[in-house]
Nanobody
Framework: QVQLVESGGGLVQAGGSLRLSCAAS????????MGWYRQAPGKQRELVAR???????NYADSVKGRFTISRDNAKNTVTLQMNSLKPEDTAVYYC???????????????WGQGTLVTVSS
């Protein structure tokens, strides 16, 4: 079993910043890609940013230059620093991880429970 727990969501004014954190726990052998997705009301879940274990990143065009994803492989954590927030960034943000479980070496796609980010205009 591998679990992801997010923290750091909340209410912020447009132009402000928030920092989301996600920690993986459980029987983990290794974690490949970790990422953040979001789902706004009435919309499909979309990729925000993701990062490989080697540090390679990619971002949605809508957040490039404003959001930064980082991770600590030793602690199995991933962080999303969100700056210059806009009302259209309002959504539930979900952490994801492609984890290899121990001792089975089974590859698992794991999701967190989500954290709400609300950006007021």
């Amino acid at each position: 079993q591998v679990q992801l727990v997010e923290s750091g969501g909340g209410l912020v004014q447009a132009g402000g910043s928030l920092r989301l954190s996600c920690a993986a726990s459980g029987s983990i052998f290794n974690i490949n890609t970790m990422g953040w997705y979001r789902q706004a009301p009435g919309k499909q879940r979309e990729l925000v940013a993701r990062i490989t274990s080697g540090g390679s990143t990619n971002y949605a065009d809508s957040v490039k230059g404003r959001f930064t994803i980082s991770r600590d492989n030793a602690k199995n954590t991933v962080t999303l620093q969100m700056n210059s927030l806009k009302p259209e960034d309002t959504a539930v943000y979900y952490c994801s991880a492609d984890a290899i479980a121990a001792p089975t070496y089974r590859l698992l796609g794991v999701w967190g429970q989500g954290t709400l980010v609300t950006v007021s205009s």
